[in-house]
């Protein structure tokens, strides 16, 4: 059974930086896309960042609205996946979610089969 955690979230100011984590249970998370996606309240879900399998070379994707401003990155060791968003705004606050494609490579939230069950970004102007 395929498990992801995400942990991380919490209540900033604008400007400051968040780490969020991923632990992946039930797949080697290096062998399949992983995603993060954000969905703020009455807004479709959508996606922020995601990672390629490392046998599809790892190539990132970064959303217009955090690129450059964003990291997603993994640990093989530790089946984790990482998203760093520094200078954070109020606008991406919303529930953050990792998931896992059974594809290499994926942007689409329909490329995606398993979910975590979020946690709450939240960042005050």
């Known amino acids: 059974q395929v498990q992801l955690v995400e942990s991380g979230g919490g209540l900033v100011q604008a400007g400051d930086s968040l780490r969020l984590s991923c632990a992946v249970s039930?797949?080697?998370?290096?062998?399949?896309?992983m995603g993060w996606f954000r969905q703020a309240p009455g807004k479709e879900r959508e996606i922020v960042a995601s990672i390629a399998s490392s046998w599809s070379g790892g190539r990132t994707f970064y959303a217009d609205s955090v690129k450059g401003r964003s990291v997603i990155s993994r640990d093989n060791a530790k089946n984790t996946v990482y998203l760093q968003i520094n200078s954070l705004k109020p606008e991406d606050t919303a529930v953050y979610y990792c998931a896992t494609s059974r594809a290499g490579y994926s942007t689409s939230v329909k490329g995606y089969d398993y979910w975590g069950q979020g946690t709450q970004v939240t960042v005050s102007s």
């Open positions: 039930g797949r080697t998370s290096s062998s399949y896309a």
